[in-house]
């Protein structure tokens, strides 16, 4: 079974400050994981993912996250955060580890930019 | 590219009565389509899983005869709430399936929200 765990229901950077938000999550095969956002009244929009090869992801957005296996990790950073970023932010692991079924979602961490 | 649009994006309806919900593939086919129920501040929870020509899979938990998936083109996927009820209000996201192992991903549509009284 899989499970994601997002540390955090409510993150509030400033802006141009680094934006960390934490995702742990827990598989019993091989993860295959997600990032999404999600702005008001609008669907989920992929980030980025990690499926194989380089731990290190680079998404849209100025978005990236590593892969920590030994942590069970997947932490979604940003170093400058910018207005526009206020959002939702899901951490997802899709469920057989092939990205090809439905995915399992953490709760969500809601990103607040300070002016 | 990968646009999933779901129609209505807004529903209100009477206890008791049915309501269907569209999910399209507007540029491209996706033989698998999913169907999620995301509840105020809580995380989407998979419903089932839309297979072109076949019948659905349903998580555990969710009724099938209450949620019917129908899954008749490449393109389009529908669920419909059969027999409504306020607790079946929420909002109802569909996603598609592009691409081959090892890169599949998803694609949201931007959901539709259901307001039952």
């Known amino acids: 079974a899989q499970s994601v765990t997002q540390l955090g229901s409510h993150v509030s950077v400033s802006e141009g400050a680094l934006v960390l938000l934490r995702c742990n999550y827990s598989?019993?095969?091989?993860?295959?994981l997600f990032w999404y956002v999600q702005y008001p009244n609008q669907g989920l929009q992929l980030l980025l993912k990690y499926t194989t090869g380089a731990t290190l992801v680079k998404g849209i957005n100025g978005f990236e996250a590593e892969f920590k296996k030994s942590e069970t990790s997947f932490h979604l950073t940003k170093p400058s955060a910018h207005m526009s970023d206020a959002a939702e932010y899901f951490c997802a692991v899709s469920r057989t580890g092939g990205g090809a079924d439905g995915l399992t979602f953490g709760k969500g961490t809601h990103l607040i930019i300070q002016p | 590219g990968a646009v999933v649009s779901q129609h209505p994006s807004r529903v209100i309806c009477k206890s008791g009565t049915s309501v269907k919900i569209e999910c399209r593939s507007l540029d491209f086919q996706a033989t698998t389509m999913f169907w999620y129920r995301q509840f105020p501040k809580k995380s989407l929870m998979l419903m089932a899983t839309?297979?072109?020509?076949?019948?659905?899979?349903?998580e555990q938990g969710v009724e099938k005869d209450k949620f019917l998936i129908n899954h008749a083109s490449l393109t389009l996927s529908t669920l419909t709430v059969t027999s409504a009820h306020p607790e079946d209000s929420s909002f109802y996201i569909c996603?598609?399936?592009?691409?081959?192992?090892?890169?599949?991903?998803?694609?949201f549509g931007p959901g539709t929200r259901l307001l039952v009284l």
């Open positions: 839309s297979n072109e020509g076949s019948k659905a899979t349903y």
């Open positions: 598989s019993s095969v091989p993860p295959y």
């Open positions: 996603s598609a399936r592009v691409g081959s192992y090892p890169g599949e991903t998803q694609y």
